[in-house]
């Protein structure tokens, strides 16, 4: 990946990298691993079949020269990353078809976006990503059959390019309160879109700059003079032949980022822009010819594409975490530093407890989230095959438990790559050991499709019914049933069991702290609202411990119930990694352990030796485990992290990378530094 340019400028021949050479430390840790990991490889493919499927498919993309960079994205302009990002993106999107054409085994683009292989080839983020991840999904999910099958074969086949634009300058989480309007005419049949103050501007919108021609815009919908509430529009942004911009139409571009600087997030504005009736997307709530309005059978399915983008989310941080950790573990296998005994030669890193510490509960972490992200998938599969029956009862459900998951995966995953970078010391601060990049793209999530601390206080919305529910003696659905009144907790007895028990104990314990505050709160003459924001603190905790309640007790049932087909050996260690996130998160919430499971200071003590041993046990396993998440050094994309630990040759090589090695004498010197030297003051 940084290989053509730097072969020839490496300074010294011998230092350059070696195609084959592989580092001898990260050779003895492989020797050393306890287990298969090709066994590993397949179960995390879910079956040797689709694990073929995936190198295939692997192969297909990233041995196309076309699809890698030259130049880091690191190294280019603003205006480059994009350029650069659009004609990957574009490529891609024909070597998709000829892959389909030729009856290639990929069935949906999603699987080009995000952590694994669509990071490895768009590093910086994906202009088209939006039309895949919500454009595209929103047409399935809120058009009418006749609005499906106009519109999504041309979006498929790319004949026009969406977006999403639903957030706004002054709107982004209150999205009841959006300002665009679209204002419909009978007269005309026409909906008018308009944008009528500056805070109403869409604002974020990936692909808008100056990629969409479409866009599903989300506007208050005005009919008969009363407004209805937010819709989903399909407005043309762009003319199809010309891409300039549609009369009233003001888009553009709205400048660098954090991170995703490829994505092409823009700005747009409307001057009573016309659409036909038909390109409201009307599912669910219509505009009649005449104008008048039929209700959707919940306001909430609006919201429809933002639960799949959660949804996936989860999955996705997976992904971008098994790259961050397997990039920090090989390079704390290859790394030698300081004098453990005085005189001896300096350890490997990854033998002092604290680095150990650092890395394994994350390894454990990319199976905690595999686990819940596979669960919630399948929820969201049966819920939404129930709504198109008109069946809407999970959906609360549904929206609950995706809301914390998605907040919970995305800060857990932001945590865990800072934590890789810093265990990388000064190396891990590199653009090219790409965890800054990789960071950047994954705090972005922490914020996008619903901010963080808005969705634990959805969670802890659904949660105070469920608890007054529980109250009243009603059945309660199954990710809340541990609230039952009636139900018996176990006593503590330092196992995994009890750990995963006792997070359910905390759980219920916060809730029922949270009913109280709310309740004393409203007797003390605050108003629900206001009694509500005093306990939002606490609320947020609440939905917090639910999640991890939930993600503990998945994993440990995965362990238990999902891996019978297993070897033995692979089995002990899967069980050991459940048992370090669990042991993991009870130390990091001890208080919270001591206040409701009545544990004491010598079962701390005993946590505390068992996750010391627990990082012990897996010590000889840990490159292994990284391994077997079977990631390309395209997809790494690291100068720490490759699979030959050839570290300190391409750190070099990638430096040799950097224009201002161009020369020996680079052209500043004569602009500002011979003055500043030559000067007399
Ligand atoms: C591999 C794949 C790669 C993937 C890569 C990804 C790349 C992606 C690139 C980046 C892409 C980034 C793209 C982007 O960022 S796109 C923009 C994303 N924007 C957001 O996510 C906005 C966040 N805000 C909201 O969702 C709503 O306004 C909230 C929810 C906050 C409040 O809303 P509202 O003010 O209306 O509601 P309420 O608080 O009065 O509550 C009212 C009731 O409604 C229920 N309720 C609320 N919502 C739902 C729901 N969904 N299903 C079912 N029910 C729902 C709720 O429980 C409550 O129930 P009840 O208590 O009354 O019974
Ligand atoms: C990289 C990126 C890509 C994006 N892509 C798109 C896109 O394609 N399409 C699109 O439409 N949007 C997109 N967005 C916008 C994104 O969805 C919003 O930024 C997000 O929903 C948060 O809204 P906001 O920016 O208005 O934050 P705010 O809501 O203003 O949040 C600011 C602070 O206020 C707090 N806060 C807000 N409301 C409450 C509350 N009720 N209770 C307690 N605290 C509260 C938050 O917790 C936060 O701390 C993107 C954003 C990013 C960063």
């Known amino acids: 990946m940084f290989g053509r340019l730097a072969a020839k400028q490496v300074p010294n021949k011998e230092y350059a990298v070696v195609p084959g050479k592989v580092n001898p430390d990260l050779q003895r840790e492989r020797k050393k691993c306890t287990f298969d990991t090709l066994e590993l490889t397949h179960f995390l493919d879910g079956g040797v079949e689709k694990y073929k499927d995936r190198k295939e498919r692997e192969n297909f993309f990233l041995s196309d020269p076309e699809l890698m960079d030259d130049v880091p994205p690191e190294l280019m302009s603003h205006e480059d990353q994009y350029r650069n990002g659009l004609k990957k993106a574009c490529y891609l999107f024909k070597k998709l078809k000829e892959l389909r054409e030729n009856g290639g085994t990929i069935d949906n683009y999603r699987q080009l976006l995000g952590g694994s292989l669509g990071s490895a080839i768009l590093k910086d983020g994906n202009p088209l990503a939006l039309h895949y991840v919500m454009f595209i999904p929103t047409l399935m999910g809120q058009g009418t059959p006749d609005q499906c099958a106009y519109w999504i074969e041309k979006a498929w086949d790319c004949r026009v390019i969406g977006t999403y634009a639903q957030t706004e300058l002054g709107h982004g989480t209150f999205i009841r ?168 030669s300096e350890p490997q890193i990854m033998d002092y407890l604290t680095q150990m510490y650092k890395l394994f509960p994350y390894i454990a972490t990319v199976y905690a989230l595999k686990f819940s992200a596979q669960w919630l998938w399948n929820m969201y599969n049966d819920v939404t095959a129930k709504i198109d029956a008109g069946d809407l009862e999970l959906l609360p459900e549904l929206h609950s438990i995706a809301c914390c998951l998605k907040a919970v995966s995305t800060a857990d995953t932001a945590t865990a790559i800072e934590t890789c970078r810093l265990s990388c010391g000064g190396h891990g601060y590199m653009a090219c050991s790409n965890l800054p990049t990789t960071y950047g793209n994954v705090t972005a999530a922490s914020t996008y499709e619903g901010e963080n601390t808005v969705m634990l206080l959805q969670t802890a919305r659904a949660l105070m019914k469920a608890y007054a529910k529980a109250q009243a003696g009603e059945q309660l659905s199954p990710t809340v049933e541990y609230l039952n009144r009636n139900r018996k907790f176990r006593p503590w007895s330092n196992t995994v069991d009890s750990i995963v028990e006792g997070f359910k104990q905390i759980a219920a314990g916060k809730v029922a702290a949270c009913a109280l505050s709310l309740q004393r709160g409203v007797e003390s003459g605050l108003s629900s609202e206001e009694a509500w924001n005093r306990a939002s603190v606490q609320l947020v905790d609440a939905a917090e411990a639910h999640c991890r309640a939930f993600i503990t007790d998945r994993h440990l049932d995965m362990v238990r119930n999902g891996m019978n087909e297993l070897s033995p050996a692979l089995r002990e260690v899967m069980a050991q990694l459940c048992d370090l996130y669990c042991v993991f998160w009870a130390l990091k919430r001890t208080g919270d352990f001591l206040q409701f499971c009545g544990i004491r200071g010598e079962d701390v003590q005993n946590l505390q030796d068992y996750q010391n041993e627990l990082l012990v046990q897996i010590r000889p396993n840990a490159v292994g485990l990284v391994d077997s998440f079977d990631l390309r050094d395209e997809i790494i994309g690291s100068a720490l992290g490759s699979y030959d630990g050839q570290v300190y040759e391409r750190l070099l090589q990638s430096a040799m990378l950097s224009p201002l090695n161009a020369k020996p004498v680079h052209d500043s010197y004569g602009a500002s530094l011979s003055a500043l030297l030559r000067a007399k003051y």
């Open 177 to 344: 309160g959006l300002e665009t309007t679209a204002t419909y005419n009978p007269k005309t049949q026409q909906f008018f879109l308009n944008s009528p103050t500056l805070t109403s501007y869409k604002w974020w919108p990936g692909g808008l700059g100056q990629t969409a021609n479409y866009a599903v815009v989300v506007a208050q919908l005005y009919t008969k003079g009363e407004c209805h509430g937010i819709h989903p529009f399909i407005v043309q942004l762009r003319d199809e032949k010309t891409h300039r911009p549609m009369p009233g139409v003001i888009v553009g571009e709205i400048g660098p980022k954090l991170g995703m600087n490829a994505t092409n997030n823009g700005f747009l504005a409307f001057k009573q822009v016309p659409i036909p009736r038909n390109q409201m997307l009307m599912k669910n709530a219509q505009v009649l010819p005449d104008g008048t309005y039929v209700k959707s059978p919940s306001n909430k399915l609006t919201y429809g594409t933002m639960m799949f983008v959660r949804v996936v989310i989860v999955q996705d941080m997976a992904s971008y975490l098994a790259k961050a950790v397997t990039i920090a573990v090989r390079y704390s296998a290859v790394r030698r530093q300081s004098e453990m005994v005085p005189g001896q």
